[in-house]
């Protein structure tokens, strides 16, 4: 499986950025699929995740603000960030995962300046 991340920048704060992962190597429909982030000093942190049956979660300092989706017929998840923060930045990397696997993308910076 590899995850091909892209969508990352620089914007100012309350602008807005649309990442994307492309999965490929396996049945995409098979897997959940997320974005975690993490800045130098923390740990990594779930952001979002949608499962195969498209029941989604996020963490609580992006609720109302990110939204996550897949497309099927894509191969590919998107996060949808809006409204951002300078807290938002960080590297965000991409996930997919089912019972046994896991895999991760390559990293996208993130940057909210003020």
């Known amino acids: 499986v590899q995850l091909q991340a892209s969508g990352g920048g620089t914007v100012q704060t309350g602008g807005s950025l649309r990442l994307s992962c492309v999965f490929s190597g396996s049945n995409f429909d098979w897997y959940s699929v997320g974005w975690f982030r993490q800045t130098p000093g923390k740990e990594r942190e779930l952001v979002a995740r949608v499962t195969t049956s498209g029941r989604t979660n996020y963490a609580d300092s992006v609720k109302g603000r990110f939204t996550i989706s897949r497309d099927s017929a894509k191969n590919t998840v998107f996060l949808q960030m809006n409204s951002l923060k300078p807290e938002d930045t960080a590297v965000y990397s991409c996930?997919?995962?089912?019972?046994?696997?896991?895999?991760w993308g390559q990293g996208t910076q993130v940057t909210v300046s003020s």
């Open positions: 996930h997919a995962e089912r019972i046994g696997e896991m895999f």
